[in-house]
């Protein structure tokens, strides 16, 4: 069998299995993610075993620390899988729910009714745990699910898709609503993409290259975000304390993700004030500035900011900072440089926090927080699949209910059209 | 300049008034839906006479008299335009609609707040009154619109995309909000659909060819359906008065529509009764019936079925005819042949209607009711942009509200993240 007739077939299984899923009750698909749980506790040595293949040809390959890192499947990272599982089955089932239900003057009564989406196609690199946390909020909001998987990460997904199998089936579900593509040939991307028939969302986790390859070649609606490049704008009126809090936990905290804070904009009225300071503590925790001409007049340690970055991802202990004249500068260079993912201001004044939140076109925009609340678990969505800077279907973290659509249901008493 | 030049440039000024149009005020945005109104009556003479050049061309390239219908901007059509624009004008304004605002545990207050998409393209085929349609709903919800309409069309049009930019610019707003593409090149929409920077959604209308050439080429997300291929099943229980009326409605009133009746399905315990009066009914109205072999027994006039014809989207006077054991036969026909646009059960049977919905997959699933109300403004939407059988953001009628997504907006005192 080919590889385009392999893949065909599979899709078309989960297309099948997908359907028995979206009329599953809500405890069945709980108790299996609860099996699934049990499983992860019982066979921690086997998955373990198999994580340890991948870790060794992935040494032989040269992975960095941190992909190997990313790829170690840790008592802490399976007790983490663990509790994400327990989790997602204690939240709300999405699905059937109603919303928006009125009457219509000739009687019919109409009602939009939570579905899930169907088949959701998952595209990840060397994090294997996406196994778990993708297939266990896929279910619980109804879906099937096709996985695939880095192929460093090859060993420890199969072990991990075949515990999954296995609860399906010991619940008297179909094994096949989570299907893992066994192949490390990356054709079976492209195969996969072109799968619109048997497949109706697409979600690619992983570096802006792999990201932009998924779009390329997909038939089928992507959603995802390339990138996080986000702002802090500290405005004239801000209480500086609460600036540096704010500042420095989203630079600090954790660097390497994308809500992470890569530009400081810096109100000219505050900056003789607020930079110094500010500096010194980034400087205690080596984090590099990169700043405007402004900038490295106030604090001459500053580097100065080349073109390129404005708008960079660093994902790294390094920050951009420029000094703006107003608000209007600080959205001006919002809109030219952000990618839509997270932007915050800090003020104390009313309306330049109501003009920066409604003018500011990203997914999350806050007032007085850390860019680092654009998360699904600290929203309150409770999982998260991932986070969409498309604004069509989701705009921002996603958890289970952005898992699903809506249909309208129409109950009429035979109502004909005049 | 190059064709993608041209086009990029354009695309990126849809862009900057964009940004304007998501601020704009309901009182602004009516105005200028009332306004474009006005024009298209002071302009009618106008609008008819570059309408006279396009339809003296499309005669003299031999279009159909359907095709030369769809084109003609008679005093109805015009008229029906002015009254869509007044009702969308009348609607409520979507942006800035708040829902499911919450305080975190923190003190955090999260709320999802609706904004416009961005910029719209619409890529459309004969009609050149889908120009103020969609121009006028996508204004309504704050967004800006590329329009790309038929070569055929090409006078009417452009007269049309005039109005709306005076009437934008007289109402100081930015005129580039509502850009027509002017040239009648096809590459024309493969450049548009590369435009990911600057277009956030597409929206095909017109034929199943043009709508799969949309899909293939984008990389910018698409909202659309292939075809209405529409079942209405009769169940045991139905009263089978209802049900030829329903019947009839669905197939009869307008058969060229996506949203009306192919196949009909009978359950075989009422096939006797309910088909010769039906059939009787239809062949009156000159409605071609093409039947499974029993349907071919209990009525002999009737043609039999080829394969192709489960499944075919006949847009005229045509319906397949199919007797079914149960409904879990009429429900797997319907998974298997349905576009998921829009399917009916007639039954005075509580479960099986609850049956039926729950597991029939389309954007409408009606009961007792005809196929023919899947239309935004039937369902009331107000006025409709085309009707969605992708699950994802829309599924279904689209209106104002679906032209829209949401952005969170958190508020906080500087909370920062442990």
């Known amino acids: 069998m080919s590889l385009e007739q392999a893949i065909t077939t599979l899709a078309k299984s989960a297309r099948q299995a997908a359907r028995k899923m979206a009329v599953c009750s809500t ?41 190997i890192d990313r790829l170690t499947l840790s008592d802490k990272v399976i007790d983490s899988m663990i509790q994400g599982l327990k989790e997602v089955s204690q939240l709300p089932d999405p699905v059937g729910t109603t919303w928006n239900s009125y009457v219509r003057p000739n009687g019919l009564q109409v009602a939009r009714v939570r579905i899930p989406l169907g088949v959701i196609g998952i595209i990840y690199e060397s994090r294997p745990n996406v196994t778990i946390d993708a297939a266990g909020l896929c279910l619980k909001a109804g879906n099937a699910i ?5 192929s460093e990460a090859y060993h420890s997904n199969m072990v991990l898709a075949q515990l999954i199998y296995q609860a399906l089936e010991l619940c008297g579900l179909s094994g096949e609503a989570v299907q893992y593509i066994p192949t490390r040939d990356r054709e079976a991307i492209k195969v996969m ?15 802006e290259g792999l990201i932009r390859f998924v ?3 997909s038939t089928i609606p992507v959603l995802k975000h390339y990138k996080g490049v986000c702002h802090v704008y500290i405005d004239e009126n801000a209480d500086l304390s609460m600036s540096e ?16 804070m890569e530009t400081m904009l810096v109100h000219a009225s505050i900056a003789n004030t607020f930079l110094p300071a500010m500096a010194r503590h980034f400087s205690d925790y080596a984090v590099e500035l990169r700043g405007c001409p402004k900038t490295c007049e106030i604090v001459p340690e500053v580097k100065p900011a080349t073109p390129e970055d404005w708008g960079a991802e660093f994902l790294d202990l390094i920050l951009a900072v420029k000094i703006v004249e107003n608000m209007d500068e600080a959205i001006a260079h ?3 440089y952000s990618s839509n993912h997270t932007d915050a201001i800090v003020t104390s004044d009313y309306s330049r926090a109501r003009q920066f939140v409604n003018q500011v076109d990203s997914s999350v925009v806050l007032v007085n927080a850390s860019t680092r609340f654009n998360d ?25 209910e952005e898992l699903t659509g809506t249909k309208f249901i129409v109950m009429g008493d035979g109502q004909i059209r005049e």
């Open 245 to 260: 809090n704010i500042c420095f936990n989203s630079k600090v905290q954790r660097p390497g993700v994308c809500n992470a």
């Open 27 to 67: 405890i069945k698909k709980n108790q299996v993610l609860e099996t699934i749980a049990e499983s992860l506790i019982s066979q921690k040595d086997r998955i373990q075993n198999e994580n340890s293949k991948d870790l060794a040809y992935g040494r032989e390959k040269g992975l960095s620390n941190a992909m």
């Open 376 to 400: 699904g678990g600290q929203l309150g969505l409770g999982a998260e699949i991932g986070i969409s800077t498309s604004k069509l279907h989701a705009f921002g973290p996603m958890g289970a």
């Open 334 to 336: 919002i809109d030219q």
């Open 146 to 150: 096709i996985l695939r998987g880095g």
């Open 215 to 217: 779009v390329q070649n």
């Open 193 to 207: 993409l072109a799968q619109e028939e048997s497949i109706d969302l697409i979600i690619p986790r992983g570096g």
